[in-house]
């Protein structure tokens, strides 16, 4: 099993950066694809960048130009920069493990993150 731990969230203005990590811990060895999902109040959590462990990257269309995910495999860590915030972004954001490529079921994700908080003022 995987433990992972999200860092990084806070409080900003639009059109501001932020970027989170997400620390991985235990049993890393094996190809884990990783994403950021996030939720916001009284939405449903939603997917919003994955990466396979090739590199590949996809991102939800409401983000797409604006956030870059990226892994640093050597570090076990996983990061969201996150550009051009957006009052909308406002979430709290979770990492999660998978043993499958990168897609947006959770059910599909075996180890998730406690989560960190973005919250963006206009």
């Known amino acids: 099993q995987v433990q992972l731990a999200e860092s990084g969230g806070g409080s900003v203005q639009a059109g501001e950066s932020l970027r989170l990590s997400c620390a991985a811990s235990?049993?890393?060895?094996?190809?884990?694809?990783m994403a950021w999902f996030r939720r916001s109040p009284g939405k449903e959590r939603e997917g919003v960048a994955g990466i396979d462990s090739g590199g590949f990257a996809s991102y939800a269309d409401s983000v797409k130009g604006r956030f870059i995910i990226s892994r640093d495999n050597a570090k076990n860590t996983l990061y969201l920069q996150m550009n051009n915030l957006k009052p909308d972004d406002t979430a709290m954001y979770y990492c999660?493990?998978?043993?499958?490529?990168?897609?947006?079921?959770?059910?599909?994700?075996?180890?998730w993150g406690q989560g960190t908080q973005v919250t963006v003022s206009a």
């Open positions: 235990g049993n890393t060895k094996g190809r884990y694809s």
């Open positions: 999660a493990a998978s043993r499958y490529g990168v897609n947006w079921y959770e059910q599909k994700y075996s180890s």
